[in-house]
């Protein structure tokens, strides 16, 4: 649910990090739930040092026998 404290967060990330709006708005959602990782191709989430960037590549290795 995207309330005024997510929209607040995702500002301040689109300023910060220069995220494009809606990567702003998972980056402020995920914070706010206390997600330890972003898995996505999309390199932009890159530039955040918390929740962690994993790529589908590294997130699939960590299953893998």
Do not use: C, E, G
């Not at 404290?5 to 220069?18: E, G």
């Not at 206390?34 to 997130?59: E, G």
């Amino acid at each position: 649910d995207v309330n005024s404290i997510v929209l607040s967060d995702a500002l301040k990330a689109i300023k910060s990090y220069k995220l494009a709006p809606r990567d702003a708005t998972h980056f402020a959602t995920a914070k706010i739930h206390n997600v330890s990782a972003i898995v996505s191709d999309d390199k932009d989430f890159s530039k955040l040092k918390t929740p962690k960037w994993l790529s589908l590549q590294a997130f699939t290795k960590k299953f893998q026998a």
